[in-house]
């Protein structure tokens, strides 16, 4: 996988248990902490985590709105170029549903779910 460079990475409060959720998507959740995200149509994408901690405490958050590439582990094959958005367990997949929120876009291929993929974040929502 090529480097990733990211512009911003925040700091969040966690709204569950983040421990080993690293480069999964995450949403805003109940409070404005941040949770693994699990909706394509619902979920409003905080960004990917960077580093996990348990819930309440503090983690790291690459950002969402910031432009940069980050690592993403992928939930089903991907190929480059497509739209990223999430399936039920944060992890990115493609769609090109009108409607879905996308993270980004990506950049380089998933042969098969578990494997990390880099996206470019470029969060929107997909046309019709």
């Not at 902490?33 to 348990?54: E, I, P, Q, W, Y």
């Not at 929120?101 to 993929?117: F, K, M, Q, S």
């Amino acid at each position: 996988m090529a480097n990733h460079t990211v512009h911003k990475t925040v700091t969040q409060t966690a709204g569950a248990d983040l421990t080993g959720k690293e480069q999964r998507i995450m949403k805003y959740s109940t409070g404005g902490k941040v949770a693994v995200a699990t909706s394509a149509t619902a979920d409003k994408f905080a960004g990917v985590l960077a580093v996990g901690n348990t819930s309440n405490e503090v983690v790291s958050v690459w950002d969402a709105q910031e432009s940069g590439r980050v690592p993403v582990i992928a939930g089903a094959a991907v190929s480059a170029g497509a739209f990223i958005t999430t399936d039920g367990e944060g992890r990115a997949v493609a769609t090109t549903t009108a409607g879905n929120n996308a993270l980004g876009v990506a950049l380089t291929a998933a042969a098969a779910a578990g494997e990390v993929i880099e996206v470019a974040l470029n969060r929107f929502v997909v046309p019709s």
